[in-house]
């Protein structure tokens, strides 16, 4: 069964940036809402941010004017650009569809930011 997978995090100094990948299967991105969730350690997982398949795009609060998500329908891919990196955004980051039920959950992609 194709899973969502999840790239590109690392371990960067505060104030840097990354870039986050996800490729997911036709089946599950086709046409759907697609978002970025994370869960740091001991924490629930929370949302992001989320892109609708029309393009538009919602942050939270705690990300807003730092991460941008975009998305490319052609190749199935979701993508989070995260700028001006904080210790607080360190967590595992997964992507997935932006409302239950989910698809099943990839491995996720960790985030370490240090201050």
């Known amino acids: 069964q194709e899973r969502l997978v999840e790239a590109g995090g690392g371990l960067v100094q505060a104030g840097g940036s990354l870039r986050l990948i996800c490729a997911a299967p036709g089946n599950i991105f086709r046409g759907n809402h697609m978002a970025w969730y994370r869960q740091a350690p001991g924490k629930q997982r929370e949302l992001v941010a989320d892109i609708l398949s029309s393009g538009a795009t919602n942050y939270a609060d705690s990300v807003k004017g730092r991460f941008i998500i975009s998305r490319d329908n052609a190749k199935n891919m979701v993508y989070l650009q995260m700028n001006s990196l904080k210790p607080e955004d360190t967590a595992v980051y997964s992507c997935?569809?932006?409302?239950?039920?989910?698809?099943?959950w990839g491995q996720g992609t960790q985030v370490t930011v240090s201050s």
């Open positions: 997935n569809l932006a409302k239950i039920p989910f698809a099943s």
